[in-house]
């Protein structure tokens, strides 16, 4: 029969009725139409899924599938995540409630579990549930409402200029025009990494980054302006090429251990040599990311502007941008 309207009622008149698995639901009582569809949308939700039961296990199972197929790079930390909840397995996630969640979490914490990583596991399982809330067959995601746990908040290390040159003065030629590059195209390393020759125009001055903003997403590309100094690097960096290589920074070694195999001549798996040079110029040791930072800084201190900056950076919006630079000190 679905929603109606009693008329002999003046006050709160709306109900809904309906069968479901051979069983009449039925309730009354609501001020308008609305209240009553939405009611009940849950009562049919609730009807359905009391058909079956719905084991934790089951929907973990389901969940880790889709991960698997869609982005198999976080199936592993997904797998570690969800462990946790191993106590779960048996019941119903019907009965899993959200006090049940939230105390869950509190015991990660007191086991002596950073409370970032705490709110990491609290993402996966919500997506866990939310798949299942999706489809049909949980009346309400019992991680709703459950709020993260506290992290606090630190400016972000910005290097100083001098910093970086005494480090680029102890560099190897080609790795000081790779750190370079990453330095003053405020790139990701990775962008880096898969730099092409196709990629760099000189007539126009800039390059493109390619990159996957969400994990496990499309690559999207964005052009990079290139400044005075990274337009020397590049240069430079053509005389040190690699002609057999696609890529802009080849690895030698693996060009030698892979010859047959031009995808994996990139520069990666560098992470070692940054953190030596820093230690031999007596400098603070710095990663990739904060070259990156500095350069950010730079064009803010330019007084570049914010969408400019955006663009720079390869954000999708311009409040992570803000967020951003408010991250490094910086108020725009």
């Known amino acids: 029969m679905g ?19 051979g069983t009449l639901y039925k309730q009354s009582g609501f001020a308008t139409m609305k209240e009553a569809q939405d009611a009940e949308a849950v009562a049919r939700i609730e009807a359905k899924a009391a058909v079956t039961r719905l084991a934790f296990s089951e929907v973990v199972r389901t969940r880790l599938e889709f991960v698997r197929a869609y982005y198999p790079k976080e199936l592993t930390n997904n797998i570690t995540r969800l462990r946790k909840f191993a106590p779960w397995e048996q019941l119903d996630c019907r009965d899993i409630t959200s006090e049940m969640v939230r105390q869950r979490l509190i015991e990660l914490k007191n086991e002596g579990m950073k409370q970032a990583y705490v709110n990491k596991h609290l993402v996966a399982l919500k997506s866990v549930f939310q798949m299942q809330f999706e489809e049909g067959r949980l009346p309400r995601n019992p991680c709703r409402g459950v709020k993260m746990m506290p992290v606090e908040r630190f400016v972000k290390y910005i290097p100083p200029a001098d910093d970086i040159e005494k480090v680029l003065a102890l560099a190897g030629e080609l790795d000081r025009t790779y750190l370079t590059v990453i330095w003053q195209c405020a790139a990701r390393v990775r962008e880096i990494n898969n730099l092409t020759w196709e990629d760099i125009d000189f007539q126009r001055r800039h390059a493109r980054l390619w990159t996957r903003k969400k994990r496990g997403g499309n690559l999207t590309d964005r052009l990079v302006d290139m400044t005075d100094r990274c337009f020397n690097a590049l240069k430079k960096a053509q005389w040190l090429r690699d002609k057999h290589s696609p890529y802009v920074f080849t690895n030698p070694l693996m060009a030698q251990k892979y010859p047959e195999a031009p995808v994996r001549w990139k520069y990666d798996y560098r992470d070692k040599f940054f953190h030596r040079l820093c230690r031999l110029a007596g400098v603070r040791e710095m990663g990739y990311h904060a070259l990156r930072h500095h350069r950010a800084s730079e064009m803010a201190d330019q007084g570049m502007s914010l969408p400019y900056i955006k663009e720079q950076l390869g954000h999708e919006d311009i409040s992570t941008t803000s967020l951003y630079l408010q991250s490094l000190g910086i108020k725009r």
């Open 3 to 21: 929603v109606f309207k009693r008329q002999d009622r003046k006050q709160r008149p709306w109900c809904y009725e309906f069968r479901g698995n």
